[in-house]
């Protein structure tokens, strides 16, 4: 395909979809003179750039739409039967556009209907607006401001379009014009099209990069000693670096996926008569771009069953009170990780009822079951195949296919799906996914000496349980249970479920539950080993294994095994339905009243340089971690740990305690924010709930006093001492001013990349958020364009743009200290410094100096504001 036409029919698509949304929002907003603007703008670059392409049926087509969008413009009445008539024209572009892409030509045919719609609705009502002057054949246009410096009116361009006979065309053209095209291609080149084959190549390279690193740095593990070590730590930045880059690179809005929404709800509310008004949140929000395509077609699913199911009919709204017009909401944010979209409606919500009878006819359950269960429960059952509740079956819905394969689709990306409904107040469908798909986070766990990955996503929390401890399996009617806080929690053995092994062999009653959530649904999958999380690379399942429910795919460890991905939804689904019917323990019969812990302490036990026993709030505990004593490092007389793209510093709960001198280290990891730090420990012994009370109160560092716990005399820890010794402004008034200096905005400007790079880690340290400018040009713009900044630095030295011309420019526009920065500090300069009005002077070299004056600038600032 000609690259002229490929580039043609890309931006065509995308300005379609703008307009489609555009268009919905203007019938809502029709005295919104932006969004009209916008849309024929659109309209009038699309039938342009038709005639330069010779492609006369779309260019007649988008010229009648914009003759029509022209009257609203004049001051015609925005009615729906116009707006309609425009998006149908708009969908027959498409499908010129679609038969263009296939056969590289315009498709026979004639649009004679349209056309004459869409002129005899153009001259229906007289132009409202003063009449336009013309000249020749070229409509003035009237500007809502005063064009800007190297700005073309449409004038211009129109008028530089007819006189151009094409490409080959050799016309002087004016200086505006000129400016305007190199305005143009300046922000033109900030981005480029990447076709999206080239992205998934270059994301299979950075995962089978990272399977490399995992390899090299399991080799690397085994050897004490080794000159590949500081390398390979190297390559594993650069690694993680990469795989972050090639990321955003697939990262898009979920917005781009909610485009057709409004459209579609638009359309649905007049084919149903019911009034119905969309709401979009956290368009912005980012994910995947293979994730993206996965969940667009749920979405719409799950809108139109709003649309159609939930929003009652206009009577039948006011008969109940509320207002004729229902909302249907869309909100998606971030969440640990993950996405979280929610659809909801202010509808009737689901008929519990109706759900129930349709369930006994399809032979899902029985009635006693149904007896069994909750409402939220049955509610779940809408998930099911052929499951419908509409009386009649419509174009719409009432065929019984739709949210089962919801339900499908978002099980194949790793997610999950909930409902709740309150019958007369609507209902609301929450999804979970992850970010993305290629490289995901996984704990791996072993069972009859296998292992295997599962995704984080689906963990809860770990639970070690043995038999005559607190945490123990227990039995009830032969089904294994765990007592957990103050519910049962139904379990499986991996090995059981997976047949592997001695079939003779009893299950274990030691090992470790990793306990998973599938919608509302808790249960337990016993493991006999947990080794460690790491990044897997998700490679596809063989075509012969698709058909096993417990695995979701494959992937390759670091020292080379190739190991099964396990699917939670699968096992959910294999050992009892636990998912679809949530019967759970009480589908046996013998759930139970458990006695309330409302007033016990979850506690930690450890040991740490002696055999007595130590406890700490298991509340403050982030993680629990063993990690290869190799990796501790020693700076000075602290332990350091290189942990998750950030060096933790490691304290000794005591002089006693002592680094491992090898295998592998244990450590209670703390953390607020972004800051963590480690406590050093011998063993993890166990964690219990009790109730506790510190009897003996102690005046050692560290130790808030002692208690009796599982019938041993039991320290009980400080963490806050230990706290402050990791950082010292963890507290306090040091800590509160590192937040108030993170709301400071600093505009750091040089032009040498090696001194910004140098000081840019520096004032972030310091706890401001820094952005940073390579010329006085660029920092003046940035300043100009709105960007809130607090504070400004910058070098005097500079080519074009000095420091004293930027301090001018700064003044002239906004307030704001600033600060100069010279390699020079002779009194000649100080002196020039202070007459140009500088709020203080330091030399480059003086990092410290700097920072005073930044933060005695930041505390001026703030007793100004008070």
């Known amino acids: 395909m000609d690259e002229l036409l490929r580039d043609f029919l890309t931006e065509t698509h995308e300005s379609l979809d703008t307009v489609d949304v555009e268009l919905v929002r203007f019938e809502q ?56 008539l425009i998006l ?74 007819r006189e151009t006979p094409g490409p080959k065309a050799n016309r002087p053209t004016s200086p505006e014009i000129k400016n305007a095209v190199t305005q143009e291609s300046k922000v033109v080149g900030h981005s480029i099209r990447v076709n999206v084959d080239t992205l998934e190549h270059l994301m299979t390279m950075v995962s089978e990069l990272v399977l490399t690193r995992n390899q090299l740095m399991e080799l690397a593990r085994h050897q004490a000693e080794t000159e590949f070590k500081v390398p390979l730590q190297r390559l594993s930045h650069v690694t993680a670096e ?40 956290g368009a912005e929000t980012e994910l995947d771009r293979q994730v993206l395509e996965m969940i667009k077609d749920p979405l719409t699913h799950m809108v139109r069953n709003s649309a159609d199911h939930g929003i009652e009919m206009p009577g039948e709204r006011r008969a109940r009170g509320k207002p004729e017009r229902a909302t249907i909401r869309l909100a998606a944010r971030h969440e640990g990780g993950h996405i979280i979209v929610e659809v909801s409606d202010d509808g009737r919500g689901l008929d519990t009822a109706k759900i129930g009878a349709k369930v006994l006819a399809l032979g899902l359950a029985t009635e006693a079951d149904l007896d069994k269960m909750s409402d939220t429960q049955i509610q779940r059952f809408i998930f099911a195949a052929g499951m419908s509740t509409a009386n009649l079956v419509t174009s719409v819905s009432g065929r019984g296919v739709g949210m089962d394969v919801v339900q499908n689709n978002i099980d194949q990306i790793g997610g999950t799906i909930d409902v709740k409904s309150v019958p007369g107040q609507g209902a609301v469908f929450t999804i979970k996914i992850p970010l993305t798909l290629a490289i995901v986070s996984a704990l791996i766990v072993e069972a009859a000496g296998e292992r295997f990955a599962m995704p984080q996503v689906s963990v809860m929390e770990l639970v070690r349980v043995r038999p005559g401890r ?43 539950v990793v306990v998973t959530q599938i919608g509302p649904e808790l249960f337990g999958i016993v493991v006999d080993r947990v080794f460690h999380t790491e990044e897997i690379v998700v490679k596809p399942m063989a075509s012969k294994l698709r058909h096993i429910q417990a695995f979701s795919g494959n992937t390759i460890l670091g020292d080379g095994a190739v190991i099964m991905i396990l699917d939670p939804n699968g096992i959910a689904a294999s050992f009892g339905s636990v998912r ?43 993680r629990l971690e063993e990690v290869d004593v190799r990796r501790i490092e020693v700076a000075g007389d602290r332990y350091l740990l290189q942990y998750r793209g950030h060096l933790m510093p490691l304290i000794r709960p005591g002089d006693c305690v002592r680094v491992k001198e090898k295998g592998a280290q244990p450590l209670l990891v703390f953390s607020d924010g972004d800051r963590s730090m480690a406590l050093l420990v011998d063993e993890i012994v166990d964690i219990v709930e009790e109730e506790f009370e ?15 716990v599982k019938g041993e005399a039991t320290d009980i820890v400080d963490v806050g001492h230990y706290l402050p010794i990791a950082f010292a402004d963890w507290f306090g008034g040091g800590n509160n001013r590192a937040c108030e200096r993170m709301q400071r905005h600093l505009l750091l400007v040089d032009d040498s990349a090696f001194f910004r790079n140098m000081l840019v880690p520096v004032l972030r340290a310091a706890g401001f958020s820094v952005t940073a400018a390579a010329s006085g040009f660029e ?55 202070r007459r140009a009005g500088f709020n203080d002077f330091v ?14 600038q930041a505390d001026a600032a703030t007793s100004r504001a008070a």
């Open 779 to 833: 920092a003046r713009d940035l300043i100009r364009s709105g960007r809130k900044f607090d504070i400004v630095v910058t070098d005097l030295d500079m080519p074009g743009m000095d420091g004293l011309a930027l301090a001018k420019a700064v003044r002239a526009d906004r307030n704001i200290p600033v600060i100069a920065l010279s390699s020079m500090t002779t009194p000649e300069m100080i002196e020039r410094v």
């Open 580 to 622: 679809a019917t949530g019967l759970g323990i009480e589908a046996a019969g013998e759930s139970e009243e458990l006695v309330s812990t409302r007033d016990k302490t979850s506690l930690l036990i450890f040991r740490a340089g002696s055999p007595a026993q130590r406890a700490v709030p298991l509340s403050l505990v982030t």
């Open 88 to 161: 149908a024209t708009l969908d027959r572009i498409k499908e010129i556009l679609d038969a263009l892409e296939k056969h590289q030509s315009e498709p026979n045919g004639t649009d004679a209907d349209l056309i004459e719609r869409l002129d005899g609705m153009s001259h229906m009502v007289a132009a409202a607006a003063s009449p336009t002057h013309t000249q020749g054949s070229l409509v003035y246009q009237v500007l809502e401001r005063p064009l800007k410096p190297g700005e073309a009116s449409l004038d211009e361009l129109e008028r530089a379009f």
């Open 242 to 281: 990469l795989q972050e880059g090639v990321m955003k690179t697939r990262m898009q809005p979920i917005g781009n996926a909610w485009q057709k929404l409004p459209r579609l709800v638009r359309d649905l509310s007049s084919a149903l008569g019911k009034q119905i008004e969309l709401e979009m949140h």
């Open 694 to 708: 510190i009897e003996v109160t102690d005046d050692r560092p560290g130790i808030l006093g002692s208690a009796i």
């Open 470 to 512: 607190e945490h123990r399996i227990e039995r009830i009617k032969n089904t294994p249970v765990l007592r957990l806080r103050n519910k049962l929690l139904p379990l499986i053995h991996l090995r059981k479920l997976l047949r592997i092994g001695d079939a003779a062999e009893r299950e274990p009653e030691s090992g470790f």
């Open 29 to 84: 907003e029709p005295n919104n003179a932006e969004i009209l603007a916008n849309i024929f703008r659109l309209v009038h670059t699309i039938k342009g750039t038709c005639g330069f392409l010779g492609l006369p049926r779309l260019a007649a087509l988008a010229h009648a739409a914009e003759s029509l969008m022209g009257k609203f413009r004049d001051g015609m009445p925005v009615t729906e039967n116009a707006v309609t």
């Open 843 to 856: 030399a480059k070299f003086d990092r410290q100096g700097l920072i005073a004056a930044i933060k005695e």
